[in-house]
């Protein structure tokens, strides 16, 4: 099923019928497998390029470009006292993008085999200083603890995401992906 907004073909920032290539340590049909079957639009994938995938350690390494059109961020009133920064609705997308990445690439979620994801637990969400528009953030995410059967997989993960040699973000969030009938009720 398609959004009102992709069916009027409105993107953020792409034009539409154009698709996004993100580079990585992967083949880029797959991330094309990835993009097109995602439970989102791809525009609500913020990551411009996956820097490294490492299975044994659990851990995705990435890059987003902040000068590039972000939803909320774009709604900001800036001032002298209210810099332009990625909003914090933003940061917290992209951990969910970093968790579909660890679904995808470490779990064999498959979004076309009927695997779904939702964030369950915020434990910890700490902005430690403004992400500005301007230089790119730096993002890191790592599986602190998982449980993964035939039709789910849980994930509680930390995540770094720093810009220049700041930390402006740190969490611990937990994440569910199941196979099959999505969680009601």
């Not at 073909?9 to 797959?30: D, H, K, N, T």
């Not at 497998?33 to 044994?56: G, H, K, N, Q």
């Not at 774009?74 to 970093?98: C, D, F, I, K």
């Not at 994801?117 to 995410?141: Q, T, V």
């Amino acid at each position: 099923m398609r959004s009102a907004t992709a069916e009027a073909g409105v993107r953020l920032g792409y034009p539409a019928g154009v698709s996004r290539e993100i580079p990585g340590p992967f083949e880029p049909l797959e991330m094309r497998r990835f993009l097109d079957t995602l439970i989102y639009e791809p525009d609500a994938f913020l990551i411009d390029e996956v820097v490294a995938l490492d299975s044994e350690e659990r851990r995705v390494e990435a890059r987003m470009e902040t000068d590039r059109p972000l939803p909320y961020t774009a709604l900001q009133r800036v001032s002298e006292s209210h810099p332009a920064h990625v909003a914090a609705a933003e940061m917290l997308m992209l951990t969910g993008n970093l968790g579909f990445l660890h679904a995808w690439f470490f779990h064999g979620c498959r979004w076309d085999e009927g695997w779904v994801g939702f964030g369950n637990r915020i434990h910890r969400a700490d902005f430690k200083d403004l992400a500005r528009i301007g230089e790119p953030l730096r993002l890191e995410s790592r599986e602190a603890r998982t449980r993964a059967g035939e039709r789910r997989v849980v994930l509680r993960m930390e995540f770094h995401f720093w810009q220049d040699d700041r930390l402006v973000y740190r969490g611990d969030q937990s994440a569910m992906f199941f196979r099959g009938a999505p969680l009601l009720g």
